[in-house]
Every structure is written in structure tokens, then in C-alpha cells.
């Protein structure tokens, strides 16, 4: 049975290297744009004038309303982790490094990064379908016909803030999610309070608690960039919003990982 | 005098060639309407007015004045305009909506003296005090029009753009909307740009006519003289006839 003409084999592996070229190039432009929307809007930062009501409302709007998200997921994940190593650390006698390790692991890595994811998909979607419906409205070429500079007004305000909050988040976070393994350990794994305390406090050094400050810094600006980025970009009516959007949260969560790993490598070499 | 020249103006997104090299004059202090049908290029053409689009070709000037450059907040702070959607705010209240200009750069007011302007641009646009202190969602469609109005008339600006005033409008509330536009373009002595499809709105608002239609001015002149002008274009427009000259 005929199932149509076939292609010739030299042409679709032309078709398949175009595809991958096509995209390599897309990749790099995609790179390019961002990289040169992040740098204008930085760059307008310290150049008046400076929205400083804007720039509250951003720091409750991003901050404050995030902090129930983040507390929640960091004391469930401090839970977890305190379950995981001791049940880990019974293989080889090692259950007594749970309050340790949950420090490390939540202040060091896990506080930040899920933080970092929660608050992706919370505020870099928002700010994505926010700026993105006031592209399709005509609320952005009105702001410009107000004399008001749409990336001074909207960008700027909300990449200060994910700058600012994302730090104080992310210490609530930490402090939670040691809380959530302070908790475990003591009614369910059957820890001594005051000993889990000591060590949890005697083993944690200033330079995670740094780290983990500076992780979620660069996590915020990573998150607001991402979710003015695509918003500013948004087209195409309500199906653009909706694509801006996605784009916004993956784009974001994706790039926290990867910051993650190198912020790490560089933080802590091995 | 010339307030507005536009020279052998091109402008294309993609393959789509939206402006095919306009030639058009506003004198001060008339009141200019652009027809056409959808997609004709009439917002884009204002958009590249206000510096908002780049042309790709040809020259435009306010006043003299290039729409971009190191004068850019002077030049747009003769420009009101009045958005098709409206284009408010939704997370301000309509005073602040109206207000937005009176209360950010050089010459920004107080928040109450901005307040008491809005209120007062409100009122001149039918709509009582009690609206200034809702968001704009609250609103009618024919309400955020006259914010809309209200906004654009704020700061008394030289230069009003009109963008498809009536659009989603009932005869009634459209009505209204052209003879307030019509009101209020004689009592600031401002120039007025308003494009349209609506022969209603251009016979209350213009004092002349520029008819485009793919990518060029096809026609241009006074309002009174669109009925004889013997022009194809204008003809089948006014008529509502999908004619050789393929209006949309």
C-alpha cells in the first residue's frame, strides 16, 4: 500500500540540521532580548524619577503576600528532610545529624530554591499577565502618551522588589523549614529539644546563611525580569497573555536552576 | 499653521505593508478626521504620530518637532489622547485615571488640587463626582469612554487624538461621545485627530476628511465636500459598498 511520496534521504537530514539551526538561532536570540531588557531596566534604576509608591505597593504585593506560600512549603519540606536523613542516616548509624543536616540543606539549598520556585509561580505569573494585559489594552501605549516611561513605571518597581523581598523570604523560609525539622524531631523522631537546638545552631556557619541570602537575591531579580520580560512581550490578545504567562513561570523556574547550580559552584567550590 | 505634517510616510510589520507613503497636513486649531476601512493602517499612523511606532520611511513633525528625541516628555505634553478600549488604568481609581499626568512629573500637583481637576474634567464630560472614587472596572463601557475623555483633556493639552471614539458604543451614548468631543475641541481651541469608521462621528466631529485606504490618502478635504468629491474610495466607503477599489 502507497503511503505517500517519500522524501529523499539527503533532504530531511538538511530539514532536521535547518530545524536545529532554526532553534539554536531562536535559543540565542531569545538570550539576547533578555539580556538587553534586563540591562535597560537595571539601568533605570538608579536614573530618576523613582516610583517609591509604586515600589511599595510592589514590596507587599510580591513580599508580604507571599510569605504564607513560602512559610507553608518550607515547613513541610524542613519536615521531610528531617524524615529522609534520619531514615538515610539508620543505614550507617548516623541519625543524629538530622538537625545538621536539615540546616544545611534548607538554608544552603532548599530554603532558597523552593522558595524561589514558589514565588515564580505566584508573582513572576502575575506581573506576566498583568503587564501583558495592559500591552493588549493599550494601557502601556497610554502610560507613554502620559509622559511616563512603562519601564520606569512597571519594570523597575517590581525588579527592586523581587530584589529586596526574595532575601527576607527566604530567611522566614529558613527559619521555617528548620522549625518544621525541629518539629519532626522532636515529637516523631524522638530528639532531646534543647540538644536539636544546639546543634542545629552550633553547626550552621554565617557564610550559608550569606549564601542563601545571595541565591535568593539573584532568584528574585531572576523572577521579576522573567515575568516583566514576557509581559511586556505579550501579544495577540488573550491567548498571547495566556502564552506570556506560561513562558514566564517555566522560563523562571528553569533559570533558578540553573543559577542555583552555579551560584553554588562558586559559593561553595569543591 | 501646520500643526501636524506627515511626509511620504512607510511603515510595514512582516510582509504586511501598512503605510504605503502618507502625505498629510493638520492645521492648528481643526479638527482632522482619517477614515478608512479595518485594517487600513489609521491607528498605526497615529501611533507613529505620538512616536510610539517607527516609521521605516519618511518624516513627521509637530509643531516643527520630530515625535522622538531629547524633547520627548515636552513634545508628548501636548498630546492628550483617547484611547479605542479606553486603555484606563485597573488598578487606580478613575480620579487617579484622570489625574495620572497631573500627579507625576515636572509640574505635578498636589494629590487634592489633582483631585478637585479630575472631579472638575469629569463633570465636563457628564459624569458626577461619585464615579471619581471607583476602579474602572465598575464602569459602562460608555463611562470609561468619558474617563477616557476626561483623561485625555487633563493637563488642557494643544493636541487631541482620537482613536475610534465610538466603537462599542450604542447610537445614543456614540452620540453623546461625538457631540462632547465636538464641545470640547472648540472650547480648548486644540487641534483634534480622530479616526474612524463611523460616518456619523465624521459628519458631527470633522471640519475635514482624509480617506485612506491601502496604505495611502486617497482623498483629502473638507467635510462638506466629501458628498460631491466624485473620489471611488470615499464613495464606496460612505455608501457601505464593497466596491473595485475592495474597501474592507
New interface residues.
Given amino acids: 500500500m502507497r503511503t505517500g511520496p517519500r522524501m529523499h534521504p539527503i533532504r530531511s537530514i538538511q530539514g532536521l540540521f535547518a530545524a536545529v539551526g532554526r532553534s539554536t538561532l531562536a535559543f540565542f536570540r531569545a538570550i539576547g532580548s533578555v539580556t538587553v531588557f534586563a540591562a535597560i531596566a537595571l539601568s533605570h534604576v538608579f536614573r530618576p524619577?523613582i516610583y517609591m509608591r509604586e515600589l511599595g505597593q510592589q514590596i507587599i504585593v510580591i513580599g508580604f503576600f507571599s510569605l504564607p506560600v513560602v512559610g507553608l512549603t518550607a515547613l513541610f519540606t524542613g519536615g521531610a528532610l528531617a524524615l529522609q536523613i534520619y531514615a538515610g542516616g539508620a543505614r550507617f548509624n548516623a541519625e543524629s545529624v538530622v538537625p545538621t543536616i536539615v540546616a544545611i540543606g534548607m538554608v544552603r539549598e532548599l530554603g532558597p530554591v523552593i522558595g524561589g520556585l514558589m514565588v515564580a509561580g505566584r508573582v513572576a505569573a502575575s506581573i506576566a499577565a498583568e503587564i501583558g494585559?495592559?500591552r493588549v489594552?493599550?494601557?502601556i501605549?497610554?502610560?507613554?502618551?502620559?509622559?511616563?516611561n512603562p519601564l520606569k513605571y512597571l519594570v523597575v518597581p517590581r525588579v527592586v522588589a523581587g530584589l529586596i523581598t526574595m532575601p527576607f523570604l527566604t530567611l522566614v523560609g529558613d527559619t521555617i523549614g528548620i522549625m518544621g525539622g525541629f518539629l519532626v524531631g522532636t515529637q516523631r523522631l524522638g530528639f532531646n529539644a534543647s540538644a536539636y537546638i544546639r546543634n542545629t545552631w552550633d553547626f550552621l556557619e554565617a557564610g550559608d546563611i550569606t549564601s542563601s541570602l545571595i541565591k535568593a537575591a539573584v532568584f528574585g531579580l531572576i523572577i521579576t525580569i522573567m515575568g516583566c520580560y514576557h509581559g511586556y512581550r505579550s501579544d495577540h490578545g488573550a491567548r498571547g497573555v495566556g502564552r506570556a504567562t506560561t513562558n514566564a513561570v517555566v522560563a523562571a523556574s528553569v533559570l533558578i536552576f540553573a543559577a542555583n547550580y552555579l551560584l553554588t559552584e562558586s559559593l561553595f567550590p569543591a | 499653521m501646520t500643526a501636524i505634517k506627515i511626509s511620504d510616510v512607510h511603515k510595514h510589520f512582516g510582509s504586511n505593508r501598512v503605510l504605503r507613503g502618507i502625505n498629510l497636513e493638520v492645521v492648528n486649531g481643526e479638527s482632522m478626521v482619517i477614515i478608512g476601512g479595518s485594517g487600513t493602517g489609521k491607528s498605526v499612523l497615529l501611533?507613529c504620530i505620538?512616536g510610539?511606532v517607527k516609521p521605516d520611511r519618511g518624516t513627521i513633525t509637530v509643531d516643527g518637532a520630530p515625535p522622538s528625541g531629547e524633547h520627548r516628555?515636552r513634545f508628548?505634553?501636548k498630546?492628550?489622547?483617547l484611547?479605542?478600549?479606553g486603555?484606563?488604568?485597573?488598578s487606580l481609581l478613575v480620579w487617579q485615571n484622570v489625574a495620572?499626568?497631573l500627579l507625576?512629573?515636572k509640574n505635578r500637583r498636589k494629590s487634592e488640587e489633582a483631585k478637585e481637576i479630575a472631579v472638575e474634567k469629569l463633570r465636563r464630560v457628564g459624569l458626577g463626582a461619585d464615579v471619581a472614587d471607583r476602579y474602572p472596572a465598575e464602569l459602562s463601557g460608555g463611562m470609561q469612554k468619558r474617563v477616557g475623555l476626561a483623561?485625555a483633556i487633563a493637563a488642557d493639552p494643544e493636541i487631541i487624538f482620537f482613536d475610534e471614539p465610538t466603537t462599542g458604543l450604542d447610537p445614543i451614548m456614540a452620540g453623546v461621545i461625538n457631540e462632547l468631543i465636538r464641545e470640547i475641541v472648540v472650547e480648548l481651541g486644540a487641534t483634534a485627530v480622530t479616526i474612524t469608521h463611523d460616518m456619523t462621528s465624521v459628519r458631527a466631529i470633522a471640519d475635514r476628511v482624509a480617506m485612506i485606504h491601502d496604505g495611502v490618502i486617497r482623498w483629502s478635504g473638507p467635510a462638506d465636500a466629501m458628498e460631491s468629491s466624485g473620489n471611488r474610495f470615499l464613495d464606496e466607503f460612505m455608501s457601505g459598498r464593497a466596491g473595485t477599489s475592495g474597501a474592507e
Avoid: N, V
Fill in positions: 524619577p494585559t495592559m489594552t493599550e494601557q501605549d497610554a502610560l507613554e502618551t502620559l509622559s511616563t | 501611533k505620538l510610539l516628555d508628548l505634553a498630546f492628550g489622547m484611547f479605542q478600549g486603555a484606563l488604568f485597573d495620572f499626568r507625576r512629573g483623561r
